[in-house]
């Protein structure tokens, strides 16, 4: 679903993979028109896993119908001249909600001062891997925060990935910020921008933001590798007597008392401040302890279901979570089911069927949103978008086609 915020200001989208491509939904999401421009056929993230089967090729891609939900379509040979300039045009058509580009390809012709020179006030923004324009993507940039050597029980000999696009979502989100941060800013000065985005300055940005780099800089020390506990505060994984586990956390005081109080565990807790000297109402301290509370902990939960143990959390307002696969979370948790929650609806994609999709995750009571748009067989909107854009007519359009220039939906058969 779609929120009217960004009216029909005119995104054109020129990318692949997660970051662009979600930064560019990010703004479908609250009004913008986004025009995504795509080789015909498909570009290099077209066709990636998972895809739905069939019987005449490898079908259509979840992940890039997903990424490209409630945004225009167009198909245009970039290898052709012709259609370059097409998509130059698009970019710099005029239009005070016009002229902005969003990309992740480092093509020469779709540069800033390219497009600067058929349109003085245009707004690109372009996600590049890092600050010097070399490549990167999400895992080589994650190996260098330090995380793989804290997950999972990683160290600097056996580091582990998490399989989470973390800083390409971080990147999306930012883009997607500073594009609307650079159109209120025209709005106010006449002024263009342009606008780079690095993935590995999100991440080494992120890391100062949290404290991290000021941890090693400062106090010369890196985070520990300390497994499922949460650190800083007291957090950690219990299993039930029927196989389950949770995902309990205390990090407010509130938290914890709650807690303690839930697992009954308060005349424990205070013999272990008498035998350590800690105390446990600080969080850092509660860190500290965390084996030792763990293990008063523990069995509570394995004399448990987890029925008993998620009603009796519930019942003392502990904070917890369980964990489950996708599948589960599908069939059971009312928090991803388009009935009880309004960020998710069902809709029919082309070439893949029935299915839930999420609008904005941003809840506005009072304003009325549209329903999502699917993600559109390649070229649907190329001959719409050619005549309302660039104002071309009927003749002009068909003289492309026939060129091989452009194309419609009829070029991309698995999606019906």
């Known amino acids: 679903m779609t929120y009217p915020f960004l009216g029909r200001l005119r995104v054109i989208e020129s990318s692949a993979f997660i970051a662009a491509p979600l930064a560019g939904l990010t703004l479908a999401q609250f009004g913008a028109d986004v025009i995504r421009v795509d080789m015909i056929g498909g570009g290099i993230d077209y066709r990636r896993m998972p895809r739905m089967p069939h019987p005449e090729g490898k079908g259509r891609s979840l992940y890039w119908t997903a990424l490209n939900k409630g945004k225009r379509s167009v198909a245009i040979d970039l290898r052709k001249p012709e259609g370059r300039e097409l998509i130059q045009a698009l970019a710099a058509a005029p239009g005070p909600d ?35 324009g070399s490549t990167a993507v999400d895992y080589t940039v994650n190996c260098a925060t330090g995380y793989p050597f804290v997950t999972g029980g990683g160290t600097p000999q056996n580091p582990v990935n998490h399989v989470l696009p973390a800083w390409d979502i971080a990147c999306a989100y930012q883009a997607a910020f500073a594009v609307v941060a650079a159109v209120d800013y025209r709005r106010r000065t006449g002024m263009g921008a342009e606008l780079k985005l690095a993935l590995s300055d999100v991440a080494f940005t992120t ?4 404290g991290v780099l000021a941890e090693a800089e400062l106090l010369h020390q890196e985070r520990p590798c300390v497994g499922n506990h949460l650190y800083g505060a007291f957090g950690r994984d219990f299993g039930t007597a029927d196989g389950h586990r ?45 084996d030792a509370l763990a293990a008063l902990i523990e069995p509570w939960f394995a004399a448990r279901s987890l029925e008993q143990a998620e009603r009796e959390l519930r019942a003392h307002k502990a904070t917890f979570g369980r964990y489950q696969n996708v599948g589960e979370l599908l069939a059971t948790d009312p928090r991803v089911n388009a009935s009880t929650n309004p960020v998710f609806e069902q809709v029919d994609t082309p070439g893949i069927g029935h299915h839930i999709a999420a609008g904005s995750a ?5 304003l009325a949103r549209e329903a999502t748009t699917p993600a559109a067989p390649l070229g649907t909107h190329t001959d719409e978008v050619l005549h309302e854009v660039l104002r071309l007519d009927g003749a002009a359009i068909g003289k492309l086609h026939d060129e091989g220039v452009v194309a419609g939906p009829d070029r991309d058969p698995l999606a019906h």
């Open 98 to 132: 016009a002229g902005l580009l969003l990309t992740n390809i480092g093509t020469p012709w779709l540069a800033h001062e390219v497009l600067a020179a058929k349109r003085a006030d245009i707004i690109t923004c372009t996600i590049q891997g890092n600050g010097d």
């Open 207 to 210: 890391l100062s933001n949290i």
């Open 246 to 290: 949770l995902m309990v956390v205390a990090i407010s005081a509130g938290q914890w008392k709650s807690l303690v109080q839930a697992c009954g565990i308060a005349a424990e807790v205070e013999a272990l401040e008498r035998r350590t000297g800690l105390d446990l109402a600080d969080e850092a301290q509660r860190f500290e302890a965390r």
């Open 362 to 366: 941003v809840r506005a009571p009072a």
